[in-house]
């Protein structure tokens, strides 16, 4: 999780019936404030109405309180598996969950922390129970981290309570017995383990005073309606992160022609909490010269590349002209096979500020990475994005918002062969019992010089002992001592 766009779930209108087993949430984009040192623009932010009393206590005043899901942001994270929440005021936030004030609150007796690629937190854990108003009936029980102190975490200008961790257990912290919030809505409500997301609000400026719809959030299945064609699906090669496989990455038409497991560096993952499409620094690198060579402007300062810098046009002037799209390939549930999702120039050439009215200014939507592949908001936003945990696999879906004027703004194709890429492009993370059988194996090697070495000491001194020529100078017990 590195943060990443800003949307804002109003409320729950949950859709529950004898034909729809899910319910819908839907999603408003909230612009936040950006400079040039900052990777914030727009983030994934959950608001949730209030219910009938039975959730959570927020303390909104020294005089009362509130529903805890009433008024409160969270940040929606694919990227990490906790749920944690303010807990104690801070100057960027108006509402914090104060536990002395909840009925139902019970501290477990155990510290936690995150640290994410922007921020972390600190805090203790704890279980409530949580109700959802217009879903299923009755409540569940839930793990929950109350942020107790911060650095990073809360923005100014944002006002976002905490976060919902959506991967899966092995991300939870301290450790994986913390089950995550999903997790437990699954096993307690009988949802199918499933969910869904749309993020609207490509093209959008920071400095727009529209009120854009923003997406939604789908628990328990996909709604077709936010979607065009078909959903087409790559496995999950690890349920950690939502870790997938990519076999390769185009700029235009041309291909990088790279090792595919220079794509797969230490793993490559979709992550709503990031804001950003991520790549392996070879891998970027390779990118913006394909777009340098490519784009019909060759004078860009590297700064804007790095992200130190924006690209400014005169106001009404359209960037996007002088770009490339943007394609990745995904390996295919038939993994003898792979499919395209492509992006158009307006969804990594981001709108973010005007000058003085009269000048448009743009950032990179890629950046350099140091720990994997991440494909966030910058491509999340041009495709409906299913997570099917129950059946192992991620899926993509051309997004009906992902469009702006009359143009669309992602593309996707398929299938095509994936013969002329290794069997095997990803890189993962070491298994428990793969590391185990290293230390049983390590512990061997130890076993066999300790072995040697006693031989060794031990040997000569027999020979010696034959021979009557061991004299103090030769003792080794002695030249120890000394």
Same mark, same amino acid.
């Given at each position: ?6 949307? $804002? ?27 040039? &040192? $900052? ?11 209030? !219910? ?27 990227? &990490? ?12 936030? !108006?509402?914090? /969950?104060? !536990?002395?004030?909840? &009925?139902?609150?019970?501290? #477990?007796?155990? !510290?936690?922390?995150? %640290? ?37 975490? /809360? ?105 595919? %497991? ?11 909490? @990031? ?16 777009? @340098? %060579? ?5 004078d860009f300062s590297s700064g804007f590349w790095d992200g130190n810098k924006y690209a400014c046009w005169l106001k009404g002037e359209i960037p996007w002209? /002088? ?7 995904? %390996?295919?549930?038939?993994? &003898? ?45 041009? /495709? ?63 076993? #066999? ?34």
């Amino acid at each position: 999780m590195a943060y990443s766009t800003f949307i $804002s779930i109003l409320a729950f209108s949950l859709y529950f019936g004898v034909s729809k087993c899910y319910f819908a949430i839907p999603l408003k984009i909230y612009p936040g404030k950006l400079n040039v &040192s $900052s990777e914030l623009s727009r983030r994934v932010v959950l608001t949730v109405d209030g !219910t009938d009393g039975t959730g959570l206590s927020l303390a909104s005043d020294p005089s009362g309180t509130v529903d805890f899901l009433d008024m409160v942001n969270i940040l929606v994270d694919t990227g &990490s598996s906790n749920f944690a929440v303010a807990a104690a005021a801070h100057p960027f936030i !108006t509402h914090y /969950f104060n !536990t002395a004030l909840s &009925s139902t609150y019970q501290s #477990v007796g155990r !510290t936690v922390g995150v %640290r994410y690629t922007q921020g972390n937190w600190e805090g203790e854990l704890g279980i409530d129970r949580v109700s959802i108003p217009n879903g299923p009936n009755g409540t569940f029980i839930i793990n929950i981290a109350v942020i107790l102190s911060s650095e990073g975490f /809360f923005l100014s200008g944002i006002n976002w309570q905490g976060i919902l961790g959506l991967a899966y257990p092995m991300l939870a912290r301290p450790d994986s017995s913390v089950e995550p919030f999903f997790d437990s809505l699954v096993q307690q409500m009988g949802i199918p383990d499933i969910f869904s997301l749309q993020m609207c609000g490509a093209g959008l400026s920071a400095s727009s005073t529209a009120d854009p719809i923003g997406g939604s959030l789908i628990i328990g299945g996909a709604e077709p309606a936010l979607y065009q064609g078909s959903v087409w699906y790559t496995p999950i090669v690890e349920e950690w992160y939502y870790q997938v496989e990519v076999l390769k990455l185009e700029v235009g038409d041309q291909n990088l022609d790279l090792d595919c %497991r220079e794509y797969n560096t230490d793993k490559a993952i979709v992550d709503s909490g @990031t804001t950003l499409l991520r790549l392996p620094a070879n891998v970027f690198n390779a990118v913006v010269d394909a777009i @340098t %060579r490519t784009s019909l402007i060759q004078d860009f300062s590297s700064g804007f590349w790095d992200g130190n810098k924006y690209a400014c046009w005169l106001k009404g002037e359209i960037p996007w002209m /002088f770009f490339p799209k943007l394609s990745i390939y995904l %390996r295919a549930t038939n993994t &003898s096979q792979s499919f395209r999702i492509t992006i158009l120039p307006q969804l990594y050439i981001q709108p973010i500020t005007d000058v003085d009215g009269t000048l448009d200014c743009f950032r990179f939507g890629l950046s350099s990475s140091a720990n994997g592949l991440v494909i966030g908001a910058t491509v999340m936003e041009g /495709f409906y994005v299913v997570f099917d945990r129950a059946q192992r696999r991620v899926g993509f879906a051309l997004s009906n918002c992902a469009v702006s004027g009359g143009v669309a703004l992602s593309e996707i194709a398929g299938p095509f062969s994936a013969a002329d890429v290794a069997s095997n492009c990803s890189v993962g993370p070491q298994k428990e019992p793969l590391l185990w059988m290293i230390s049983y194996a390590l512990m061997a090697v130890c076993a #066999v010089i300790l072995v040697v070495l006693l031989l060794l000491l031990v040997l000569p001194c027999r020979c010696r002992a034959r021979s009557g020529e061991i004299t103090d100078e030769s003792s080794l017990v002695r030249h120890r001592i000394k």
